[in-house]
């Protein structure tokens, strides 16, 4: 068990801290991980989201009980904290928006796969390309739309509601990590097969994607103390503890089998996606309490994924 947490945290914590020796011994600046994170957002992350898409069995990606349960605990730990965020700590919708990203979006790929690859093996990665697929389809839109709406209330004053959301949406269908991940579900469902001349350049882009955000994110912590406070505390008790409480409670409603219930469980307690941060970066918004909250939440992640699997197994 402690090696198989080492084998998974050792990657993360190697990388982020090359990206902060990076900013201390001056090969660059703070302000590169802005760069970064664009590359990440507009590039990488979706090219990486399309080719995980375009991979999976497309009968898997039609159980329909096994994505609901991860489409509850998902999207549920997302409302329940952009109620807290708007509630609670007084928000406006931008900044609810990415704190509700902080608390819902696991790092799935980078810290749930190893585990779930030792754990269950070869199946354990459906999980993570489902879950991948609902917050390239669901979460992330959302979060495009309240951000842009976020933005455009500070500049208009009145404008109806529903015309407003109409706008954001067709401006966040327009956004790289939205459509191009769409579009990989859209041709696995429709058995399109992509050439490989085609295939090997967006795999290479899309590699980049985890290594890129996590030294983005050391280079970022540079000069900086990662804060524990109210908002931290929140942030990570909901995306560590109440996310893996809210998809056991609802795997166990809709009766998933012992192996798709260790999957959406070990998935719940995954600690925040490094691209939660990359999304306060490039939105320039909320920009400490989500850094904090992934490095504590990561560092805490070891404990609680520990847990979880000694829960389920």
């Known amino acids: ?47 990486h989201l399309f080719i995980s898409a375009l991979n999976t069995n497309p009968d898997k990606i039609k159980n329909i009980s096994f994505m609901t349960v991860l489409i509850i605990g998902l999207m549920g730990s997302y409302f329940l904290a952009l109620i807290f965020s708007r509630y609670v700590f007084r928000h406006d919708i931008k900044t609810c928006a990415i704190q509700s990203l902080v608390c819902a979006f696991p790092d799935m790929a980078y810290f749930g796969a190893p585990v779930l690859a030792v754990l269950i093996g070869p199946e354990g990665f459906l999980g993570v390309l489902v879950g991948n697929l609902i917050t390239s389809v669901v979460m992330i839109p959302l979060t495009i739309i309240l951000i842009r709406m976020g933005d ?132 320039e918004t909320y920009i400490e309490s989500a850094s904090s909250s992934i490095l504590i939440g990561t560092a805490i992640g070891i404990v609680t994924e520990g847990i979880m699997i000694y829960l389920i197994s």
């Open 152 to 283: 455009r209330n500070s500049q208009v004053g009145d404008i109806h509601p529903a015309r407003l959301i109409l706008e954001n949406l067709f401006l966040a269908v327009r956004n790289p990590i939205v459509w191009i991940p769409i579009t990989g579900v859209l041709l696995s469902l429709a058995g399109v097969t992509i050439p490989h001349i085609l295939i090997t350049p967006i795999e290479m882009v899309g590699k980049i994607a985890g290594g890129l955000s996590l030294f983005a994110l050391g280079l970022l912590f540079y000069g900086e103390r990662p804060s524990f406070n109210l908002q931290t505390f929140t942030n990570v008790s909901i995306k560590n503890l109440i996310q893996p409480a809210i998809m056991a409670a609802a795997g166990l409603y809709f009766g998933l089998s012992h192996t798709l219930m260790q999957q959406v469980v070990i998935i719940g307690a995954t600690p925040s996606a490094i691209a939660a941060g990359m999304f306060a970066l490039r939105s």
């Open 1 to 47: 068990m402690p090696l198989l947490l080492l084998q998974s945290l050792f990657p993360l914590v190697f990388i982020m801290l090359l990206g902060w020796s990076s900013g201390k011994l001056r090969y660059t600046r703070r302000e590169d991980a802005t760069v970064l994170a664009t590359v990440v957002i507009r590039f990488a992350l979706p090219f």
